[in-house]
């Protein structure tokens, strides 16, 4: 009899379960994550806490792509892209403020029907504003994604320690910037093994090898953006490249790339008119993943359970405009913690499930150390 009464219970309990759930940064990751979010029945209410304004996030200019990983979740989660970019193959691409604005819409839509999603648009999120929406007799979830310099996670004592790991390549990014342009996604450009002659580079590279890099040129004509990789190598060219003082070699070699491959549309670069439109890395670096050792936490007082995502949680220095789709990877599992959060009080449990959490990060950054450049520039 006691364990039927005790089984009975939690079914009832789990049905009768909810959660308030606070999202700090309503960049990609902060909407796509309050859109999924917005539809899960366990959720109660659902704030969203933008330091900036409305307009100045629909504002925002610069091109992002998501791979065919990234549409296939959108997509399986009620979002339509083909409206607001252009497709190639799977892939996606379209303008980042175009793209938040489509979901703050969606959820805006979605609201009419249940009204529990609230927007708090030019506020910067504090201990006091946290204060405001914990109640005693809810668990609270906090989700983090207001980026690698956001300043949330401090305000509530999570540790800012990174830990760097190399991903087995080296990397230069390029952007051009001309206002006059138009700002409509253009097709990603790939090009393998290219090979670039450094001879006329100065004496110190008068007699070294041509190097094979891998190019890869996308972005609007607006923002250009070019990023070359290749695999880790002692080669005397790349440690020339690496350690070189002459800060202009990069800019120089990145013009008579985008002059070789530009579109017959875009005007070329001149030496002159490249001081004013184009900046680049000054050498051949490192390509690091950048991501926080603590990454879920949980406070038993006020019943406040806590994840970072996104840039919050990892990023990298380098520039593959895909770089959405690291911080979309976190959250695949985004719904099942609500649901394991929401159907329990208990403590043990709701680590336990915290800890799935983090151990999911912990794995999203091994793929990428293992497979995310070779993905994303080196392969074919």
């Not at 979901?103 to 030019?122: A, D």
């Not at 070699?249 to 670069?269: A, D, G, V």
């Not at 800890?355 to 293992?370: D, G, L, M, S, V």
Request: charged share 20%; aromatic share 10%.
């Amino acid at each position: 009899f006691h364990w039927f009464t005790r089984r009975l219970f939690n079914i009832v309990n789990k049905k009768l379960s909810y959660i308030d759930v606070i999202i700090v940064g309503l960049g990609p990751v902060g909407v796509t994550a309050a859109y999924t979010l917005s539809k899960h029945p366990r959720v109660r209410k659902l704030y969203l806490i933008e330091e900036n304004q409305k307009q100045e996030l629909i504002e925002r200019e610069h091109p992002i792509c998501f791979d065919d990983r990234s549409t296939n979740f959108l997509e399986s989660s009620g979002l339509n892209l083909t409206p607001y970019g252009i497709w190639m193959g799977r892939r996606h691409t379209c303008i980042i403020g175009t793209y938040i604005e489509y979901v703050l819409e969606c959820i805006t839509k979605e609201n009419v029907f249940n009204n529990r999603v609230q927007f708090i648009f030019g506020c910067k999120f504090s201990k006091q504003i946290l204060s405001k929406f914990i109640l005693k007799e809810s668990n609270v979830l906090l989700i983090i994604s207001d980026g690698a310099l956001g300043t949330s996670c401090r305000e509530i004592g999570i540790p800012s320690e990174y830990v760097q790991e190399h991903c087995n390549a080296y990397g230069a990014v390029a952007s051009i910037e001309r206002p006059t342009q138009k700002n409509a996604p253009k097709m990603e450009l790939r090009v393998h093994n290219l090979a670039v002659n450094l001879s006329t580079y100065g004496e110190a590279f008068e007699f070294s090898r041509p190097v094979r890099f891998h190019l890869k040129m996308f972005g609007t004509l607006r923002h250009r953006y070019l990023s070359i990789a290749c695999p880790k190598t002692d080669s005397i060219s790349i440690k020339l490249l690496r350690t070189t003082q002459n800060h202009h070699i990069m800019r120089s070699l990145f013009r008579e790339i985008f002059n070789t491959y530009r579109e017959r549309t875009e005007p070329p670069l001149n030496p002159r008119n490249s001081l004013r439109f184009l900046k680049s890395s000054r050498t051949l670096s490192d390509i690091r993943l950048f991501y926080r050792r603590t990454t879920t936490a949980y406070n038993p007082h006020c019943r406040l359970a806590v994840t970072l995502e996104g840039e919050a949680s990892r990023y990298y220095n380098f520039n593959t405009g895909m770089d959405v789709n690291l911080g979309l990877r976190g959250l695949e599992v985004l719904s099942s913690l609500i649901d394991n959060l929401s159907s329990t009080n208990r403590q043990p449990a709701t680590i336990l499930a915290l800890q799935t959490k983090a151990k999911h990060a912990q794995q999203i950054n091994r793929e990428f150390i293992n497979s995310g450049i070779p993905q994303t520039m080196l392969r074919q």
